[in-house]
C-alpha cells in the first residue's frame, strides 16, 4: 500500500464490531421486535395503543374507540386485529363489543432494545487495537458529531 509521499506503510487490523458482544441483539428477539415495530408503523394504531392504555381502567369498549375515528368499521377492526396479533393488545369479548388492554411485555421489550445502553441505544463498543488496547472511548452520536466539529479546520 503506497501513500501520497510514495512510501509503503503495513496496514493495521481493525475489528469491526459496533456493539459490546452481550449487547447485540438475536435473530429471535429481532424478529419479534420487528413484529412490533411493524405493528405500530401506523399513525393510527399508534393512537389506538395510546387511548387503550390511558382508557379509565385501562381498557377501552370498541364502541368508545370508534367514536374517536373518521373511519368504517371494518377498517378500525384492521387496526385492532394487527394490535392483537402483534401480542400489544389482547381482546376480550362482553356481549356484543370487545374490550382492549395493553399487554405491557411487548412495550417493556421495546423499551429495553431503545433505552440507552440497549442494543438499539446511542453506543458504540470502544475500538480496541489488537493487542487489546482501547484506541477510542466509546461514545454517542451526539459526542462523535461534537467532536468532529471541533476537529475541523477553521477558514
Wanted: glycine letters at 8%.
Amino acid at each position: 500500500m503506497a501513500t501520497e509521499t510514495g512510501r509503503g506503510r503495513k496496514p493495521v487490523p481493525i475489528t469491526l464490531l459496533m456493539a459490546e458482544p452481550a449487547a447485540v441483539i438475536s435473530q429471535d428477539d429481532a424478529e419479534q421486535a420487528a413484529k412490533l415495530f411493524k405493528a405500530l408503523s401506523d399513525p393510527i394504531r399508534i393512537r389506538l395503543l395510546s387511548l387503550v392504555r390511558y382508557s379509565p381502567g385501562g381498557e377501552a369498549c370498541f364502541c368508545d374507540l370508534a367514536e374517536e375515528f373518521e373511519m368504517p368499521q371494518p377498517s378500525l377492526s384492521h387496526h385492532l386485529r394487527v394490535l392483537v396479533a402483534a401480542g400489544i393488545l389482547d381482546r376480550e369479548r362482553r356481549g356484543t363489543w370487545s374490550w382492549y388492554r395493553v399487554l405491557p411485555g411487548p412495550l417493556r421489550s421495546l423499551e429495553a432494545l431503545l433505552r440507552t445502553g440497549g442494543p438499539l441505544a446511542d453506543r458504540t463498543a470502544p475500538l480496541r487495537s489488537p493487542g487489546g488496547r482501547r484506541l477510542q472511548k466509546a461514545t454517542g452520536p451526539a459526542e462523535q458529531e461534537s467532536r468532529t466539529s471541533k476537529a475541523s479546520p477553521r477558514r
